[in-house]
């Protein structure tokens, strides 16, 4: 079946312009996270999406960072005025529920800020 | 979070096992241990998880010590296609206000030599 899709999958923007980054999700997974990944670094967790509310947004690095969540389906990331050090590797990942301990990553998207 | 230490890199041949450590002295007592491995220029993939027991599945074997400060993965048979980066990881039962957020230190490089 279909796994996690992401889009863009890279993305190059200049410094100040807002960005949005797309993640669907594996259908019926109703819990969602997004991660960062600096280059050469492991993954940092930015925000969690239970259904469509987002109980845990303690991974946003600033006011800069937004994420919606249209049900239990798509999510969009938003990064307004981007900085260089915005640059990083996007990473999505669903899960199906409480119970379960797995998730899912899609493939990233690669924002670079020039 | 409690945090995991692990070697930076290790080297395997082909078709031999590789045993990779995590040192985890801070666990709590619900703490889950989970292994995801990351190839390159791809999403975290799941690889297993544990709680006390040792535990198998088609990828791999997680060895949990008595004391749960420690554990080690293991790859029965290394393939080219196992070299990533593996990460060792903690998290704490599934909550719905919390979800299960993963936080990733730097992992153990792992290559399979031909």
């Known amino acids: 079946g279909a796994g996690v899709s992401q889009s863009p999958s890279n993305k190059v923007t200049e410094k100040g312009k807002d960005v949005e980054l797309r993640c669907d999700p594996i259908s019926g997974h109703t819990a969602l996270y997004w991660y960062r990944q600096r280059l050469g670094q492991g993954l940092e967790f930015l925000i969690y999406?239970?259904?469509?509310?987002?109980?845990?947004k303690s991974g946003l690095p600033s006011d800069r960072f937004s994420a919606e969540r249209t049900g239990e389906s798509v999510s969009t990331l938003t990064i307004q005025r981007t900085q260089q050090e915005d640059s990083a590797v996007y990473l999505c990942a669903s899960s199906p529920g409480p119970e379960n301990n797995e998730q899912f990553f899609g493939p990233g998207t690669r924002l670079t800020v020039l | 979070d409690a945090k995991t230490t692990q070697p930076n890199s290790m080297e395997s041949n082909e078709e031999e096992p590789v045993h990779l450590p995590c040192n985890h002295s801070t666990i709590s007592g619900t703490d889950y241990i989970h292994w995801y491995r990351q190839l390159p220029s791809q999403g975290p993939e799941y690889v297993i998880h544990?709680?006390?027991s040792n535990v198998n599945n088609r990828m791999a074997s997680l060895a949990i010590a008595e004391d749960r400060k420690s554990s080690t993965l293991i790859l029965h048979r290394a393939t080219l296609r196992d070299a990533a980066v593996y990460y060792c990881i903690l998290s704490t039962p599934w909550a719905k206000a919390a979800g299960n957020k993963l936080t990733f230190g730097g992992g153990t490089r792992v290559l399979v030599k031909p």
């Open positions: 544990g709680l006390t």
């Open positions: 999406f239970q259904g469509n509310s987002a109980p845990d």
